[in-house]
């Protein structure tokens, strides 16, 4: 669990690793190889999803890939399963991007329930992240905002977990702030938001409840102007962890001035 007391400057420690950002982004949606270059540089991220089924690293050597514009020596690159829908899938994909990556660990889980929601398939989520681990992988992964499908995923041994906060490039933002509250007052691994993040007052409110992280894409890249909006949301990240460290006022069913009333002139 987060502890108010870490100042900003301490970053994000994700499996031994760690980051000066703490916005994750992804890689899909945008116009070109270019745009995604210079969003990413916006955001200031330093953590790259990528969609091993979808984004080219290497799988069509003659075709552009994703790592002339996000290179692995500038960035961490995190291949995740989008698109599977079972855990035999899911294992198969990271497997297949470790080889492409020479024995790269840090990979992202998601084993999605069905194509209209996108929402997480627990069963199989809970399978594949055994197999993972067994095999010496360092799973970041994504889940339902249940604090006990959250629970077992950390015992089982995946090194952050990440509750969607609304579904998949909806951008409706933080639906359930109290389970989430429920995942971060429980965990001691990093949680980080997944999924659902509209705007920067979204990044900001994940931030302030004290998650340890965001990752986002289709806010980015679906934006009217992605490399603007990616500087937004970096910006909001820092905004609301400053915020959290700095603790809030609690709320109040009655004023309180803001001068003390105290030796004042009558």
Not at 44 to 66: C, H, M, Y
Request: net charge neutral.
């Amino acid at each position: 669990m987060s502890n108010p007391q870490q100042s900003q400057t301490e970053g994000l420690t994700i499996a031994g690793k760690t980051y000066r950002s703490r916005l994750l982004v992804g890689s899909g949606k945008y116009r070109d190889l270019e745009q995604t270059r210079l969003a990413t540089e916006a955001s200031g991220a330093e953590i790259i999803t990528v969609a091993i089924r979808r984004v080219n690293i290497g799988q069509a050597p003659n075709a552009p890939s994703l790592l002339d514009v996000v290179p692995p020596s500038q960035y961490t690159i995190l291949p995740n399963t989008a698109g599977c829908y079972n855990a035999k899938d899911a294992v198969y994909t990271l497997q297949l991007a470790r080889e492409l990556l020479g024995g790269h660990k840090l990979v992202k889980l998601e084993v999605l329930g069905d194509e209209r929601t996108l929402f997480p398939n627990m069963p199989e989520t809970l399978k594949a992240a055994e197999t993972l681990v067994r095999d010496g992988f360092d799973v970041m992964v994504y889940c339902s905002d249940d604090p006990i499908q959250a629970k077992m995923l950390e015992d089982i041994g995946c090194v952050a977990v990440m509750p969607l906060a609304s579904l998949i490039g909806s951008g409706m933002g933080i639906l359930n702030p109290w389970n989430l509250s429920l995942i971060i007052q429980q965990s001691t691994v990093p949680v980080l938001v997944d999924a659902g993040v509209g705007t920067a007052s979204d990044a900001a409110i994940a931030m302030e409840l004290g998650c340890d992280g965001v990752l986002m894409n289709t806010a980015i890249a679906g934006a009217k102007d992605p490399v603007r909006m990616a500087r937004a949301m970096k910006l909001a990240v820092e905004a609301g962890r400053e915020a959290y460290l700095a603790g809030r006022i609690p709320k109040r069913f009655a004023a309180s001035p803001s001068s003390p009333m105290e030796g004042r002139a009558t």
